[in-house]
């Protein structure tokens, strides 16, 4: 169970940080718009499994620390990145706890469209390498 609102507090922060950066790159406004409302139905859907659980989900931080303050599209992009890469380790973390089917479905597309986000901004931003082979672990 701790697993999974490690994940939803990943979860939390990335709807967080998608509204902070969304003033800096409106040339792909259309990827945080994306992300934006991916984070949400995972976060809503995380919820409502901890619910049906009769567990409690943590609500969400006032706010969060991006890597470095976000005053520019390079910025902002570093803290997609920096969101996208701890969603990936949280839901990573999941995968490794729970025996449940449906939970491990979730939490691998979670964890797999995390990564192709990431990928994504890395690209966007110039940051090699573009992928990570393992995403979620210490290595990538």
């Known amino acids: 169970m701790d697993a999974v609102q490690d994940a939803l507090a990943a979860e939390h922060a990335a709807v967080w940080t998608y509204g902070l950066v969304s003033a800096f790159i409106e040339q792909q406004a259309a990827a945080v718009g994306e992300g934006a409302l991916a984070h949400r139905s995972r976060r809503d859907t995380t919820e409502r499994w901890l619910r049906d659980k009769s567990a409690t989900p943590r609500p969400p931080a006032p706010a969060y620390l991006p890597p470095q303050p976000v005053d520019s599209a390079a910025s902002a992009i570093a803290a997609l990145i920096a969101v996208e890469t701890d969603a990936c ?46 995403p979620g672990t210490a290595v990538g």
């Open 89 to 134: 380790v949280a839901w990573r973390g999941v995968l490794e706890r729970t025996d449940d089917a449906e939970l491990r479905k979730s939490s691998l597309d979670a964890l797999t469209t995390s990564a192709v986000r990431a990928t994504r901004w890395r690209k966007i931003a110039g940051v090699t390498p573009v992928s990570i082979a393992l």
